[in-house]
């Protein structure tokens, strides 16, 4: 979906002829702060709800950003793809020895400045006159841009970062079908597997290394993750099927145990601080209700649905037994929730 038309995209894809509002005050329409992930800060922009810049970048993102074509390794900012579609490709499928390496990209939204995004909307913007075309891609960069590159927390990022890696995307899976390798990528987070032990070589990530370098992004090398038969990455591990890691499993396993052990004999408010303690030493929040608790177990037996395993499978079995534990629990605390309610004596 090309832009052929300066009046289409003002008149169709952002409904404004005129942007002069946004000069050097886009500042006053976002709202900034930091968050913690991974022991790591990131620094977040968001856009203000219902301002003007809110409305230009949610008509852009929906009206155009949002159609334009991806290649299949392309898994993040998807509509309709998940993370689990970033590691299907890589199971291993059969008893040959599998090899995966993880490639994170450095700085990956500060690494998309404006004359990256000039470059990549060259492939977009097709209006035969300079001077228009130069105005649009101008502003559709005003639109999107904050401080000279992209904002991590705006509405076009997320599209608008996919299709300025597009062309990286496209070369790398061409370099990794050459070779035989699989290769899927989520926002930073690059993907490669293979039954030939060259994946694991240096060269290869110096060939991705020298990719990436030509559109000015960097390796974060202490995320280079490089192993065999088996890779664990955020918390799920990636074999002959995909299972959620131990790790990752310990704090919900932990409180259950707990609700098991202790429901018949406490009431709720000592079973909440038991709870608790649990959650303080994990570095979690507190619940504070025992609706908070029912919202977790939930939330948590609809995260385990979608991850079970589709075939007969350790993981499968392990996980439904995960599943039904929670379903009697939350029938169990939704019992007990209702007798307290009506002051019923259940010693």
Request: positive net charge.
């Amino acid at each position: 979906m090309q832009i052929f038309d300066k009046g289409f995209f003002y008149e169709k894809l952002i409904a404004k002829s005129n942007l002069h509002d946004l000069n050097n005050v886009r500042d006053v329409y976002y709202r900034k702060f930091n968050i913690v992930i991974n022991n790591k800060k990131r620094s977040i922009a968001t856009v203000l709800e219902g301002t003007t810049l809110y409305k230009l970048q949610f008509r852009l993102k929906n009206n155009y950003l949002d159609k334009l074509p991806l290649p299949d390794c392309v898994i993040g900012y998807r509509k309709g793809k998940s993370y689990r579609d970033f590691l299907v490709p890589h199971v291993k499928l059969d008893k040959n020895d599998r090899f995966f390496v993880r490639l994170d990209i450095k700085s990956f939204f500060d690494s998309i400045n404006e004359d990256v995004i000039k470059e990549a909307l060259q492939d977009y913007v097709k209006i035969a006159g300079e001077e228009d075309r130069n105005r649009v891609i101008s502003d559709i960069i005003d639109i999107c841009t904050l401080e000279g590159k992209l904002p991590q927390g705006a509405l076009t990022s997320p599209a608008l970062s996919n299709i300025c890696f597009k062309r990286l995307d496209l070369r790398i899976r061409s370099y990794c079908r050459k070779l035989g390798y699989t290769y899927t990528r989520y926002v930073d987070d690059l993907l490669f597997s293979s039954t030939d032990l060259s994946l694991i070589k240096p060269k290869f990530i110096q060939m991705i290394k020298l990719i990436l370098s030509d559109y000015g992004m960097k390796l974060n090398h202490r995320k280079i993750i490089q192993t065999k038969n088996l890779i664990s990455l955020n918390g799920f591990v990636i074999s002959d099927e995909i299972r959620i890691s131990k790790s990752k499993m310990n704090h919900l396993l932990s409180l259950l145990f707990c609700i098991e052990q202790n429901l018949k004999s406490r009431n709720l408010a000592e079973l909440l601080e038991k709870l608790n303690q649990i959650r303080q030493r994990d570095g979690k929040r507190d619940f504070l209700t025992v609706d908070d608790v029912m919202e977790f177990l939930s939330g948590s037996r609809a995260y385990l649905i979608a991850w079970n395993s589709s075939d007969s499978s350790a993981w499968k079995v392990k996980c439904t037994k995960f599943i039904l534990r929670i379903e009697r629990q939350l029938v169990s605390l939704d019992k007990k929730h209702g007798q307290e309610l009506r002051g019923v004596n259940f010693y």
